[in-house]
């Protein structure tokens, strides 16, 4: 009788303990899926494209905030903006990332 109660016990705290990250998961995902949403709509914006070169992005977005000097091999080079960076592999753009203060500023100004 004992070891059928403690059983039981035991294996309704595993239950527990089961179910109760899915609950707390599911709590946290609706809030990312929401900012997730924002930066999707915020990465349609029009930003420097793959394969465009450094003197077609400076003529199509004008001067970098900043830029980065080429970094390992290939040569990895960041040019910064106000609201995002653009990242070259040699001359030619591979990847445009908006900066997170923006995309959570941006949300903020939509949500109220």
């Known amino acids: 009788?004992?070891?059928?109660l403690s059983t039981r016990f035991l294996l309704a705290v595993l239950?527990?303990?089961?179910?109760?990250p899915v609950v707390l998961a599911e709590r946290q995902v609706s809030g990312d899926i929401l900012l997730i949403e924002k930066v999707r709509e915020r990465m349609s914006r029009d930003l420097p494209g793959n394969g465009l070169s450094m003197a077609e992005v400076e003529r199509r977005f004008g001067s970098p905030a900043e830029r980065r000097g080429p970094v390992?091999?290939?040569p990895?080079?960041?040019?910064?903006?106000?609201?995002?960076s653009v990242y070259f592999e040699?001359?030619?753009?591979?990847?445009?990332v908006?900066?997170?203060?923006?995309?959570?500023?941006e949300a903020n100004l939509t949500t109220r």
């Open 1 to 4: 009788m004992i070891k059928r």
């Open 15 to 20: 239950l527990l303990g089961l179910t109760a």
């Open 72 to 74: 390992g091999e290939p």
């Open 76 to 84: 990895i080079s960041r040019w910064t903006y106000d609201d995002y």
């Open 90 to 96: 040699h001359e030619l753009v591979i990847e445009s």
């Open 98 to 105: 908006l900066h997170p203060e923006t995309v959570v500023r």
